[in-house]
């Protein structure tokens, strides 16, 4: 198979789908593969490493895309990348539909066969191609929370760890899955006073028993969401509901209960946000204010520290990118029933139920195509 990575190309964004040695692996298994030129730089890969893996360099994303079956990326595909796409060609990437209309026309009109990173499943019920990536935002959420809480950044003027004799922040997680927990233990290791919600009561204990010495956790009830919220100097948003637009934690009207400057970090803003007055925002220009709370709500992380992020997204996506080179798309889906729910749009037609649900479109069930 022929597998083209082109440059990405959403503001700030310094990732890229193949990393040299994914290429070299790909190319191991008797495929050809063809890197836009500069693709890798933001991450600090040249073309000469891909060239030394066996890749070859075209000048443009549009070459990429004409020559290639298959297609990785990091982020969703913007327009103009939308209109390069073709019937027949497989499309394997973050893609996040549900609170993206325009972009979910595009992908149904274009052809193409569309494979979500984020709703591959594996058997412990885990998103094994989102998680590397929420690892990263979960451990960068608190530090750009912190930076957001600076005075000159229109934040409470607030230390993390405080100082002897001035107690240290508070900080909000909700959400206790794998970015909350990670954004918790940093933010404890920070020295903030870190108290974590979430409505899994097995989460809870086990968030307990691992981490009862570092921070707190409670049940996120409504009203236990808003009496943290108003103590709190940072809340991070870090609840995700697998391929679904994610749930509204604090309105408009609770703003004002806050504390004047706190800083809301939205992790799920790729989702659509998990505070009703969330928008997506660039590393350029990622923060802003509504009603004297600041808020964070970078659309890609992650691209903050591209070359870790790679690495690690690179490590998780190459067997799944093998997988469907070596067999094609539908025998690699009906091998494999998790990389099966990776399938979001196929040939016209949506084939994932939540994004159907969102949107108000029909679904086709996926387990039927293959």
Known sequence: MKIGCPKEIKPQ?????????????????????VIETN??????????????AGAKILGTAKEVFAAAEMIVKVKEPQ??????????????TYLHLAPDPDQTTDLLASGATCIAYETVTDRNGGLPLLAPMSEVAGRLAPQVGAWTLQKANGGRGVLMGGVPGVGPARVLVIGGGVVGTHAAKVAAGMG???TVLDRSIPRLRYLDDVFGGTFKNSYASAGNTIDYARQADMIIGAVLVPGAAAPKLISR?????????????DVAIDQGGCFETSKATTHQDPVYEVDGIMHYCVANMPGAVARTSTLA???ATMPFMLALANKGWK??????????????????????????????????????LV
């Open 13 to 33: 964004e310094f990732r890229v789908g193949m990393t040299p040695n994914a290429a070299h692996e790909a190319v191991a298994n008797g495929h050809e593969v």
């Open 39 to 52: 693709a890798g730089n933001g991450a600090g890969f040249a073309d000469a490493d891909y060239v030394a």
């Open 79 to 92: 327009a103009v990348e939308r209109k390069m796409l073709r019937e027949g060609q497989i499309l394997f």
């Open 192 to 194: 903030a006073d870190v």
């Open 253 to 265: 009207a609770q703003l004002k209960e806050l504390k004047p400057g706190a800083a809301l970090v």
């Open 313 to 315: 997204l690179g490590n």
């Open 331 to 368: 025998k690699a889906c009906a091998d494999d029933e998790h990389l099966l729910r990776g399938l979001n749009v196929h040939a016209g037609q949506l084939t994932y139920a939540a994004v159907g649900e969102a949107l108000g479109l029909p679904v086709t069930d996926p387990s039927s």
